[in-house]
């Protein structure tokens, strides 16, 4: 695969963090965003840096127009070019639905899909003059079947995969690629109260997942020349 110049949003932790780890040693010019976690995204650049690779660490809260367009002319300013977004950045939050307030709904959408929409827009008007480039979305399974006490996050995650089809067709004869990704039962910090065992057993791999799992399909769809406008589920078989 030819080297990439990548930008990977909430990259200092989780999925995130395995992605830019696995396509930074594949060769690539990795743009690693973080929002709050700085000591969790210098620990990934040094840990790199070990190993004889470079990555980019860049502060910007996804959710702020303003913020993205810093991300992207520091981008451009450096490397000239952007080949790859993946839109990986969200939050999560556990609510009975008659308790959700309007702060929290407004909290989620912004993080979670707004941000998508915004980095999308503000990258996708370089891509264009390539006629070249590949958008790759983080969502979750419960964007297509729905998580009792988070319909704000499901919604939300949802809307990332209605987007992708939208903009798969949109850009498709401007040879951009946008896909998603839905994860199930993913070992993140995210999920670190969830009751694996109880989850396994809805699971027929019986089997948690891990942030590997999704960073080689991130891999796959980079290389990729003839997939678009698909949503990848990847859960063990959690839905079938």
Not at 90 to 98: E, H, M, P, S
Not at 147 to 160: N, R
Not at 194 to 203: A, G, L, M, N, T
Request: proline share 1%; with cysteine; aromatic share 6%.
């Amino acid at each position: 695969m030819s080297q990439k110049v990548v930008i990977v949003t909430g990259a200092s932790r989780g999925i995130g963090r395995e992605i830019a780890k696995t396509l930074a040693k594949d060769g690539n010019h990795v743009i690693a965003n973080y929002n709050q976690s700085s000591e969790a995204a210098l620990h990934l650049q040094n840990e790199l840096k070990e190993a004889g690779l470079d990555i980019d660490i860049f502060k910007c809260d996804v959710s702020k127009r303003q913020d993205v367009q810093n991300m992207i002319h520091f981008t451009i300013n450096k490397y000239g070019k952007i080949d790859v977004l993946i839109n990986n950045a969200g939050v999560d939050q556990t609510k009975l639905f008659t308790d959700i307030t309007d702060a929290d709904w407004n909290w989620i959408i912004q993080n979670n899909l707004y941000s998508v929409f915004c980095c999308s827009q503000e990258v996708i008007k370089y891509m264009l003059h390539e006629k070249s480039g590949c958008i790759i979305n983080i969502s979750s399974i419960f964007g297509r079947i729905g998580g009792s006490c988070e319909a704000h996050y499901s919604c939300s995650k949802a809307g990332i995969d209605g987007l992708t089809k939208s903009l798969a067709k949109e850009l498709a004869l401007s040879h951009i690629r946008v896909n998603s990704i839905a994860p199930g039962a993913i070992d993140t910090d995210m999920n670190k109260n969830v009751d694996y065992e109880e989850v396994k057993k809805e699971i027929p791999l019986a089997k948690i997942g891990t942030p590997n799992d999704i960073a080689k399909c991130v891999k796959w769809l980079m290389e990729d020349e003839y997939t678009t406008g698909q949503i990848i589920e990847i859960n063990g078989g959690w839905n079938m």
